[in-house]
T-cell receptor
Framework: GQNIDQPTEMTATEGAIVQINCTYQ??????LFWYQQHAGEAPTFLSY??LDGLEEKGRFSSFLSRSKGYSYLLLKELQMKDSASYLC??????????WGAGTKLIIKP | EADIYQTPRYLVIGTGKKITLECSQT?????MYWYQQDPGMELHLIHY???????EKGDLSSESTVSRIRTEHFPLTLESARPSHTSQYLC????????????FGEGSRLTVL
């Protein structure tokens, strides 16, 4: 079967750095997405990786290793507004998105 | 800013009622999707469409139906609501290319008593 694994919850301190990991086992791979979802709101797009390596976008970076079936989202200079769930999703060989259950990130002052 | 809208945002209804959740987008996207999401759980695809007159069922068994008569409109209908249908329903759209990101509506939170 297809599977996406992420930690359920993480806690970090304002101003610090946090890394959210995602491992996947899917039938084929056509890209990996990270979305941010604040409580009670819709997911919003953060990043897309299809090749190995690091993609940087402001305070957020996303890394992919296809051989290891692994990605992480790195958040720097954490702000209180970064408290949200972070969803990892992989496009399989049929270009359908397989979603992880999300990682709830709690930021403390 | 994404332009995809869902109504109603919140709905509480009794068992056996027929309901339609509306979804419209003004971005001209060919691909549209309906997802179901329970708190702390992953999104489950229930229906999708690749264009007008195209509809497919997703991987989550559902008693709902959809239609795609116009590019911008993708309503979801439950003929007879049950308490097990209580959930958050998210509509999304994307451009034609396979690597395109999804744009989500604000969601419709349904409670069936």
């Amino acid at each position: 079967g297809q599977n996406i694994d992420q930690p359920t919850e993480m806690t970090a301190t304002e101003g610090a750095i946090v890394q959210i990991n995602c491992t996947y086992q899917t039938s084929g791979f056509n890209g990996l997405f990270w979305y941010q979802q604040h409580a009670g709101e819709a997911p919003t797009f953060l990043s897309y990786n299809v090749l190995d390596g690091l993609e940087e976008k402001g305070r957020f970076s996303s890394f992919l290793s296809r051989s290891k079936g692994y990605s992480y989202l790195l958040l720097k200079e954490l702000q209180m507004k970064d408290s949200a769930s972070y969803l990892c999703a992989v496009k399989d060989s049929n270009y359908q998105l397989i979603w992880g259950a999300g990682t709830k990130l709690i930021i403390k002052p | 800013e994404a332009d995809i809208y869902q109504t109603p945002r919140y709905l509480v209804i009794g068992t056996g009622k027929k309901i339609t959740l509306e979804c419209s987008q003004t971005m001209g996207h060919d691909k549209m999707y309906w997802y179901q999401q329970d708190p702390g759980m992953e999104l489950h695809l229930i229906h999708y469409s690749y264009g007008v007159n195209s509809t497919e069922k997703g991987d989550l068994s559902s008693e709902s139906t959809v239609s795609r008569i116009r590019t911008e409109h993708f309503p979801l209908t439950l003929e007879s609501a049950r308490p097990s249908h209580t959930s958050q329903y998210l509509c999304a759209s994307s451009e034609g290319r396979d690597t395109g990101e999804l744009f989500f509506g604000e969601g419709s939170r349904l409670t069936v008593l």
